[in-house]
């Protein structure tokens, strides 16, 4: 059974740094994209951007890139998002997501993202 | 405001159908696949439709799946109240070269 399993809810203070996780297992961890996306409270879905474990090929939304890092550690089929410095603004739940995708050097080609983790809610506040 | 636009709520009785609609343009939904989600109140989404009109297995198959130019369409036939939740569209942008989502449709079964 796929399964991707997050890190717990997080409290924090503006500036603060974070890295949350989420856990892959029931299916070839380097094989398939692993994308983050953001939900911030009552409202939609946003893209953060991907990951391939397999290589370590990152790519991001602008809207997100320079905010946020994404990373993966094959080796435990963990896959992280972080932060060096939080801003009040980024109170949302973060979801990750196991992408059906292939990318080439400047596009990708995306299906649908078929397994979700559970979210990890994350709260910054003074 | 969303690239992909979906009717912000709609609403039907039980046992009727509803159609949700996501617009965009050629650079996303005209050449690229559309994918659909459901996400009940306080969970995560659940992928309903890939590939435009894939079903993924344990989808049953009131869920349905179209696309016409730049345009898709979920179809949900037999509607329960078990079906009250977000729906959300998602595909590709050429342009932006981002995943893209719709804003979200409101579905309630009354």
């Known amino acids: 059974e796929v399964q991707l399993v997050q890190s717990g809810a997080e409290v924090k203070k503006p500036g603060e740094s974070l890295k949350i996780s989420c856990q892959g297992s029931g299916y070839s961890f380097t094989s398939y994209w692993i994308a983050w996306v953001r939900q911030m409270p009552g409202k939609g879905l946003e893209w953060m951007g991907i990951?391939?474990?397999?290589?370590?090929?990152?790519r991001y939304s602008p809207s997100f890139q320079g905010q946020v890092t994404i990373s993966a550690d094959k080796s435990i089929s963990t896959a992280y998002l972080q932060w060096s410095s939080l801003k009040a603004s980024d109170t949302a739940m973060y979801y990750c997501?196991?992408?059906?995708?292939?990318?080439?050097?400047?596009?990708?080609?995306?299906?649908?993202?078929?397994?979700w983790g559970q979210g990890t809610l994350v709260t910054v506040s003074s | 405001q969303s690239v992909l636009t979906q009717p912000p709520s709609m609403s039907a009785a039980p046992g009727q159908k509803v159609t949700i609609s996501c617009s965009g343009s050629?650079?996303?939904?005209?050449?690229?696949?559309v994918s659909w989600y459901q996400q009940l109140p306080g969970t995560a989404p659940k992928l309903l439709i890939y590939d435009n009109d894939e079903r993924p297995s344990g989808i049953p198959d009131r869920f349905s799946g179209s696309k016409s130019g730049t345009s898709a369409t979920l179809g949900i036939t037999g509607l329960q109240t078990g079906d009250e939740a977000d729906y959300y569209c998602?595909?590709?942008?050429?342009?932006?070269?981002?995943?893209?989502f719709g804003g979200g449709t409101k579905l309630t079964v009354l």
């Open positions: 050629s650079s996303n939904i005209g050449n690229n696949y």
């Open positions: 990951i391939y474990p397999g290589a370590s090929d990152t």
């Open positions: 998602g595909t590709w942008d050429n342009n932006l070269n981002i995943v893209i």
């Open positions: 997501a196991r992408i059906l995708a292939y990318c080439s050097r400047n596009t990708c080609t995306t299906r649908g993202f078929d397994y």
